[in-house]
C-alpha cells in the first residue's frame, strides 16, 4: 500500500498577461508539462488560478508525476522573482501525511491563507 499523503495548492496569477506566458511555458516544459496531465489539476483561466487537490496519494519527491508539481511552484518563484516591480503571482502548498506530526506546508507571495487550511477530527463509529 504505502504512505499516503493529502496535498493541495493553488497558484493565483494577478497579472492576465503573465498568467499567459506563465501557462504557455510550463505546458511547454518537459519538467512541468506532465503535472497537466493530471485530473487531479485544475485550470480556471478566468479567475488565473491553478487548483490541485489530491486525496491518499503516494507523494514521494522522486516520482516524476510529484516531482513535476514541485517545479511549477518553483516556476512561480521565478516569475516572482524576475517581476518584483509588481505582485505578479501567489501560492499556497501543503500537505499532510498519515503521521499526526507530519504536515509540509510552502507559499510564495502574498496567498489567501483561507484557501487551504488543515482540520484534523475525530471519527467514532456509534455517532
Known amino acids: 500500500m504505502g504512505y499516503r499523503s493529502d496535498v493541495a495548492y493553488k497558484i493565483t496569477f494577478h497579472n492576465k498577461d503573465l498568467w499567459n506566458v506563465f501557462l504557455i511555458e510550463a505546458k511547454a516544459k518537459p519538467e512541468t ?4 496531465e493530471d485530473e487531479d489539476l485544475k485550470v480556471d483561466h478566468e479567475n488565473c488560478e491553478i487548483r490541485f487537490l489530491s486525496q491518499a496519494t503516494k507523494w514521494y ?3 516524476p508525476e510529484v516531482k513535476c508539481h514541485d517545479l511549477l511552484l518553483e ?3 521565478e516569475y516572482n522573482e ?3 516591480e509588481q505582485d505578479v503571482a501567489s501560492y499556497l502548498f501543503k500537505r499532510i501525511g498519515e503521521s499526526d506530526d507530519d504536515c509540509e506546508e510552502r507559499h510564495g507571495g502574498d496567498p489567501d491563507w483561507d ?3 488543515l482540520s484534523r477530527q475525530l471519527v467514532v463509529s456509534w455517532a
Request: proline fraction near 0%.
Open 61 to 63: 519527491s522522486d516520482y
Open 115 to 117: 484557501d487551504i487550511y
Open 75 to 77: 516556476l512561480v518563484d
Open 82 to 84: 524576475r517581476n518584483q
Open 33 to 36: 508539462r506532465l503535472c497537466f
